[in-house]
């Protein structure tokens, strides 16, 4: 039975999972398109006449397929990543294709790579023998964090650090306007990773004095260049890189507000409470000072609210990267401040689809 290339989201009965089953078809498609960084070939191509096959692959003739090639390069017309020139064999790209470029400052070929990948995948593999108590030693539940602390893997890092650049491009800008953040002099981001939110923020205001990008040590190695801060123009003397670890009070900056972008989420509630013990722990021997911080995470809200879908799609893959790992409501976050001497300030459900919690403590 045929049927329009519909979102199985979004209709009913067998073509759901019809239409589920070729969508996951297609992913792989354009999984393998960016593995294989056709992209990076295709930009090449004149937007009249476009590439054939063999202009793709061009002097690596022997080291390709090239009907499997010309398969791949079908579906991802369907994909919506390239289309079809003059007839069936030349191909360019559309404008979501040139994304997938290895230098596009989206870094969407990196968020594919990293959430198709082998990593994850073999780990949700897995999934169904966690949930069911099957716990083997082959089946111990995944770990990313641990995973990322003692990397060596400088490809890997990069993926994933690109891959985290793009989920901050996606929302960083609704999130810097629904806040004001030009009430503090220095701000750092916990796990910041390139720093892409914080540069947004420091473009936008530029009365703070200063920034700082707080992660592990691995991450901060590969990208303290400060490329996000240098492509908004963001002077040179108001950022920096800090590698450390927020379980460790001791390594943590000092600063007036703290931003904490897709971190608690990734922590089962003792990790929480201990990041969050962590920078009170941090500023404790400064006086009469008043401390913020930021939650940005896709919070759950009451059902029928419009991020609702993503927000547990995202949870699934907490629960698959990180042992015991979860989205939260509103109320959920509260009581991890509660307990760890943070005052809830306030809600702002931007639904970007991340929203944001502010809490304070005064010293």
Known sequence: MAFAPISPLTIDGLPKFLSMTYHHFINWAIYTFAELGLADRLI?????????IEEIVNNDKQKWNNDLLKRILNVC????????????????????????????????RDLIRFMFGSVLTNASLQFHKIVYNQTDDKVDSFDMFTLLNKCNDKEFLSIYNGAMTTMSIEAGI???????????????????????????????????????VFDLSPIINEVNNGEEFISREVSNDKWGFISGDMLDFATIPLADAYILKHILHGFNDNKCLKVLSSIRQANENKKNSLITIFIVEHIIFP?????????????????ILTDNARERTQYEYEDLLNKTGWKFIKLYPIQAPNSVIEAQFYC
């Open 174 to 212: 609704k999130l810097v306007d629904g806040i004001d953040f030009s009430r503090f002099k220095t701000i750092v981001d916990l796990g910041g990773n390139r720093g892409t939110f914080l540069a947004q923020i420091l473009k936008k205001y530029s009365n703070i004095q200063y920034g700082i």
């Open 77 to 108: 017309v369907y994909g919506g990543i390239v289309k079809l020139i003059n007839d069936d064999k030349h191909f360019i790209l559309t404008e979501s294709g040139q994304m997938m470029t290895s230098d596009h400052p989206s870094h969407v």
């Open 44 to 52: 090449h191509a004149q937007l009249d006449t476009g590439l054939t």
């Open 303 to 319: 059902e029928g609210a419009t991020s609702n879908w993503q927000t547990y799609g995202l949870d699934m893959a907490m629960a």
